[in-house]
């Protein structure tokens, strides 16, 4: 059963649940990948990022989504501007993601991801007129008890935390409006990380003394394998539970 919440797709409870928690630990894996390769820099991650999901995406779509990949061209001409603006928050939230996570500012972005499910839903009612459930009622008082601790520990959140918590709200935002008109998650993604793959490349470049050790090794590129990896199933099941 399908409906919607927090403006955007939704699936049937049970199926959202566990992909909430795969994607809850994909956001764990992603933190201690970004670690490891901290050696690439905030440029070079995000580049090899890209690049990766880039080539993952398009894979997906061409071998497992025949349908959508038919209508990728027209959806796309028909959307540009907002497939644009989508891909420009998406970019923001990747860079924040890794340069924060380099530079000492990781809880700033995890407060960001408490705050993300409130604007989602603020996003929701206002925009889309949507209600919630009881259950998702419960969600919200469990999350606004992780955002009041973190309030008292830490006082006001950082202008990171809020940056990050725009940028992710506003691309789910602008994804529930392209779903309305008949974009599908696969084909949206393929469209955004080729949109992005001309900076990924500059990023290569301007990163390529500190990615090149990375490839001289077997443990170099596992890193590198599984960037591109975790990236890709992070934002395939964050699409399958919002």
Not at 10 to 20: D, F, G, K, W
Not at 194 to 201: D, G, M, Q, R
Not at 207 to 229: K, Q, T, Y
Request: proline share 2%; hydrophobic share 60%; glycine share 10%.
């Amino acid at each position: 059963r399908y409906g919607t919440v927090t403006g955007v797709q939704t699936c049937a409870l049970p199926i959202c649940t566990l992909a909430a928690i795969a994607a809850a630990f994909l956001f764990w894996a992603t933190i201690g990948m970004v670690k490891t390769a901290s050696a690439m820099g905030a440029i070079g991650i995000l580049g090899v990022r890209i690049i990766g999901a880039t080539i993952l995406f398009t894979l997906i779509l061409v071998c497992f989504f025949r349908k959508d990949a038919a209508s990728f061209a027209a959806q796309m001409r028909a959307n540009l501007l907002l497939v644009v603006f989508a891909t420009l928050l998406i970019g923001t939230a990747f860079f924040l993601f890794a340069w924060a996570f380099l530079h000492g500012y990781g809880r700033s972005v995890a407060q960001a991801y408490l705050l993300i499910p409130f604007a989602t839903l603020f996003g929701g009612c206002l925009f889309f007129a949507e209600r919630l459930r009881r259950l998702q009622w419960l969600g919200v008082c469990l999350a606004g008890i992780g955002v009041t601790h973190e309030l008292i520990a830490h006082g006001f959140f950082s202008w990171l935390t809020l940056l990050q918590t725009i940028a992710v709200t506003g691309y789910f935002l602008v994804h529930r409006v392209l779903h309305r008109r008949g974009c599908t998650s696969i084909q949206l993604l393929v469209a955004e990380f080729w949109l992005l793959f001309p900076i990924a490349l500059a990023c290569l470049v301007l990163a390529l003394s500190s990615i090149s050790p990375f490839l001289s090794s077997f443990g170099g590129v596992a890193v590198i394998l599984g960037l591109w990896l975790v990236t890709a199933l992070a934002y395939q099941i964050g699409r399958a539970h919002v």
